[in-house]
């Protein structure tokens, strides 16, 4: 019998954590805090509950999350095949139906035989054992202080925020219209709703976010403003200059607004975030705005004057470690030889790294426990590029990166053509990691391996 391995928290990545480790003759003891504790930012007590957004990216397969998702597939993710069973149209995105998606995950680890799920606050690290800890970016306040007494190093923090999500049938289709960027994806009417503006129309808009008073920080908050990049409050980006939005989460480009014939100055996304399509999401419109002034700024956009929200923009903070101060490119602690680390405290950004680094830190805590080499991806691979930066990183510069392009190795070849470069990218990761998997001696993915020659 195997000894038991405990995994912390049933997000993205303990989830997917847990199940690679039963699948491989592991008794898991999965502890998620919801619901005896809420996070303040999660809505239910299901693992692997998505809260920031419903998309888990570019499902292209030359885009950076296009090339990890297909290596997740590779190494058989669970999460990867829950998604795509929960998948919703998005164009060149996979994104999912948010419930539908979680209660598959939960469905599949309360089944598992291997899987004990307890619903407690774990509140110190059980160092005597071997444990994964993939708490997320709200760790609660009494782990956070046990993990900084072990890493005696500063926690570095970033603000995150959540976008809001739109009633479908209060939306006014005679100002808004469905349409994909450049024509993509299968639906030829459109898997986006997108309301344009004209220049007068985005002019009052801007000026209305910059005037718009946000929710207050607390203390602790306000000693360090450091927003993620990637997802800045709308206000935030309006304060920097009066034509950022445009260039940034309302650009228009690749569509033309069927009432003018002609491209909007500006244009707001909506993607559906269930299956049924009685929800959309206000892509890219994370924000801060204090909810009764919030309803009445996005009711300036055109087709939204009577939207019905069923959720509104908030903001939270978000914690990670030093990552390459205190962590290997195999997501062990340093130091702690049966410690290890998954998901987005790591520093790793995007749902598919959250849950690459959970099947990661999996696969290398079951080598470690039955005595096998520990396996570092291959760093032109997408996941082998991920975990190398945010391990390898200067320590004092560090900050949290998401997948993409300009982490992987130069091809040894220069290509000037854009899109043949990305092919390039691509097809060398697949092939690397192909490599390195059927050299890999791990039954799961040897098996998976070989489902996939047959399918094709």
Not at 184 to 206: L, Q
Not at 307 to 316: S, Y
């Amino acid at each position: 019998m195997s000894q038991v391995v405990t995994v912390i928290g049933g997000g993205l990545a303990g989830s997917e954590a847990a199940w690679q480790l039963a699948q491989r003759g592991h008794q898991v003891r999965l502890f998620e805090m919801r619901p005896v504790k809420s996070t303040g930012a999660h809505v239910s007590d299901r693992l692997a509950e998505l809260v920031c957004s419903n998309s888990l990216g570019s499902k292209l397969p030359d885009r950076a999350t296009g090339i990890l998702q297909n290596e997740m597939r590779m190494l058989g993710s669970l999460l990867m095949r829950c998604a795509q069973e929960a998948a919703v149209p998005a164009g060149g995105a996979l994104a999912v139906d948010r419930e539908r998606f979680a209660h598959s995950v939960t469905e599949t680890l309360d089944a598992h035989p291997g899987i004990e799920i307890r619903r407690e606050e774990v509140t110190a690290l059980p160092l005597d054992q071997a444990v994964i800890v993939a708490t997320g970016p709200l760790t609660s306040p009494a782990l956070s202080v046990a993990i900084g007494q072990l890493t005696g190093e500063d926690y570095l923090y970033f603000y995150d925020a959540i976008s809001p999500i739109v009633q479908a049938a209060s939306i006014d289709m005679s100002r808004a219209f469905q349409a994909n960027r450049y024509g993509r994806g299968e639906d030829s009417s459109g898997d986006y709703i997108n309301c344009p503006m004209d220049k007068p129309a985005y002019d009052r808009f801007v000026e209305a976010l910059k005037d718009a008073e946000t929710i207050e920080l607390r203390d602790f908050e306000r000693e360090d403003p450091n927003f993620f990049e990637g997802c800045v409050p709308i206000e935030q980006l309006a304060r920097r200059g009066h034509d950022t939005l445009a260039f940034g989460p309302m650009r228009p480009v690749g569509l033309t607004d069927p009432h003018t014939g002609r491209r909007p100055h500006a244009v707001v996304q909506m993607r559906q975030d269930d299956i049924a399509g009685d929800l959309y999401n206000v892509v890219g419109f994370q924000t801060n705005i204090r909810w009764k002034r919030q309803r009445e700024i996005l009711r300036l956009i055109p087709g939204l004057e009577a939207a019905e929200f069923l959720r509104m923009g908030q903001m939270h903070r978000n914690t990670f470690l030093n990552a390459p101060a205190l962590l290997a490119p195999t997501m062990r602690f340093r130091g702690q030889e049966r410690l290890y680390f998954a998901g987005q405290i790591t520093g790793v950004e995007g749902y598919v790294g959250n849950i690459a680094t959970g099947l990661l830190a999996a696969l290398n805590l079951s080598r470690q426990l039955r005595g096998q080499a520990a396996w570092i991806p291959p760093a032109d691979t997408m996941l082998g590029a991920l975990s190398h930066y945010v391990t390898h990183s200067e320590p004092k510069r560090f900050q949290p990166m998401k997948a993409n392009l300009g982490i992987l190795p130069p091809l040894p070849v220069k290509i000037k053509n854009k899109a043949e470069r990305k092919r390039a990218y691509a097809e060398r990761a697949t092939a690397s990691m192909l490599d390195s998997l059927q050299a890999l001696n791990d039954a799961l993915i040897n098996c998976r391996l070989a489902a996939a020659r047959a399918e094709n």
